[in-house]
């Protein structure tokens, strides 16, 4: 089955810098790549979609790439904010199991 | 305004005694899905339903029932909880299941403790 993974371990930075997350998942190739926004005791939102065959997707201060050669996608928040504290997840859907997998997610803390 | 409305937020029930989670979202989406969130794993789904009356096994499906009567509402039964399922659940809807455009749309979730 397909794996996801992120970075379990916290990732602190300073107000204004760019934060980066990385997702990365084995096996089969994902159709498109979603990632997810969560803020403590609420549901996921969604950011950003970018498909197999898109290289780079951006959304204001956001941008996501992807590798399918490395089976890699980053996410990026530019000029980051206190407010973008948050955990962010990675999804991808795939044709080959017709469904998303989620990452664990990756906690971002901004620091003022 | 658009959203996915799940009860309760919060739920403790004992062992063995049969409780439901309700789920509705008011966006006439064809495609709902119920998961689970624990540390460390991630979300995995329990189950998922295309359209009304048309529902299948996620990845964590034992334990759990679900029904599809209308297309807006699609509760998460627990015939006879054990403390292993104890956890945060997550009710999801999507326009179409893997269109492209169509992400999933979460409710704020339940938190529920089986003692």
Known sequence: ?112 | EAQVTQNPRYLITVTGKKLTVTCSQNMNHEYMSWYRQDPGLGLRQIYYSMNVEVTDKGDVPEGYKVSRKEKRNFPLILESPSPNQTSLYFCASSLKRGQNNSPLHFGNGTRLTVT
């Open chain 1, 1 to 112: 089955s397909q794996k996801i993974e992120q970075n379990s371990e916290a990732l602190n930075i300073q107000e204004g810098k760019t934060a980066t997350l990385t997702c990365n998942y084995t096996n089969y190739s994902p159709a498109y790549l979603q990632w997810y926004r969560q803020d403590p005791g609420r549901g996921p939102v969604f950011l950003l979609l970018i498909r197999e065959n898109e290289k780079e997707k951006r959304k204001e201060r956001l941008k996501v790439t992807f590798d399918t050669t490395l089976k890699q996608s980053l996410f990026h928040i530019t000029a980051s904010q206190p407010a973008d504290s948050a955990t962010y997840l990675c999804a991808l859907w795939t044709y080959n199991f017709n469904k998303f997998y989620f990452g664990s997610g990756t906690k971002l803390n901004v620091k003022p």
